[in-house]
């Protein structure tokens, strides 16, 4: 068993956040991090032009959204079971009932319906669709956001203090760097209304200054001994020790905080840690931060599939219309790409407790923002529920390679592992309907 999947059917139910202590210590042991020939380029050209570089936002419905009851609604057929369907922006493009908000922007986004795995458990399956690749012995991916932290410069001509990668709300697979390191693991919180974890110094005044006078002694003889042949620049300590001052002081700490945000608009996301979620993804990435996600658990419905799927999509539906608008609404659309994805969708036959169990074979991923085409949707799953695989699939890997081609990172690169194996960043290809 691969000790870096969780395990089980279901999720957690509390928060297993990396603190901040974590997440700078972890980066210490990824300093001998791969700067690729692209990335050195994109560096250059960012650095030229001074534009603000692409982001992405990452909504993950954890658990396995039934692609019948949202994105791929069956009306009127059996394996509908009474589900209804709307009309969107879009035409010729309907949804399920339950997401009136998100089919009046349906023009902004697109759905591909006929997304496809070899992954029917829920660990084997999340680890699929965060990395685009299968689990593999002795060898653990970087999720799509470490992979883009990775690949990208930071943003021109501006300080950022705040992690690249963060995770609000992460579940039973926080996004994590892989092999390219614990640099890229996402820096994990919870509710925006919570206070971050483990970002206010214990001490303050001369106690702090004490505190760290100590630390630096300490500092000199870990450079002086076991590890001194690899040098403060590969070890990062001194750089760790500033980023953790920086962030624990920085104003830009605020953009995690949604209580200030006006009470209409905090209203127009829902009332609910997801929406409160969202509602801060958009203030990071004005910040800044690189990639965002954001996880909603609870679709798991084995039992009782039409009332658990309502009960989600209730959720989804103001928190994903209003992150499209507030993005829109402050020009940064066209420069992030929103991600709505799921491990697996659910079976088109309900199951003896009415129910709907995991389904590979043909399940929706929404993707939208960063110029990419809006209003359609790719592939189709069969009406009757008959037909086990659809007519045209959509492999996870290629939607993987259609975010990273976009954001102009070059997918057929090769990467040497810590193991010394080389391995592209996708093998998946390019959807050209949404190019």
Known sequence: MNPHLPSGCGSPDHLRAWSRRRFLQGSALAGLGWLTPLSRQLARGAEATGKRPKSVIVLWMEGGMSQLESFDPHPGSAIAYGGKAINTAAKGL???????????????????????SKEGDHSRATYNVKTGYRPFPNLVHPSIGAIICHALPGPGGTTVDLPSHISILPGGFPARGGYLGARHDAFQTGDPVQPIPDVRAPATGDRQRQRLDSLAVLEQ?????????????????????????????SEQLAAFDVGGVPAAERAAFGDSPFGRGCLSAIRLIEAGVRCVEVTLRGWDTHIDNAEGQATQLALLDPALSALIRGLKDRDLYDDTLLLVATEFGRTPNLNVAEGRDHWPHGFSVLLGGGGLRGGIA????????????PARTVRVEDVHATILRRLGIDTSEELQTPMGR????????VIQELA
Do not use: W
């Not at 339950?98 to 997304?115: H, K, Q, W």
């Open 94 to 116: 309907r949804f399920g009932a339950g997401l009136p908000l998100t089919a009046g922007l349906a023009n902004d986004f697109s759905v591909i319906r006929s997304v496809t």
């Open 378 to 389: 790719v592939g189709e799953t069969d009406p009757h529920g008959e037909k086990r695989e």
């Open 422 to 429: 080389p391995i592209k960043l996708s093998e998946g290809r």
């Open 221 to 249: 003889s870990f450079a002086k001994g076991r590890l001194a042949h690899l040098g403060s620049e590969r070890t990062l300590h001194r750089t760790l020790v500033e980023r953790a001052q920086r962030l624990m002081s």
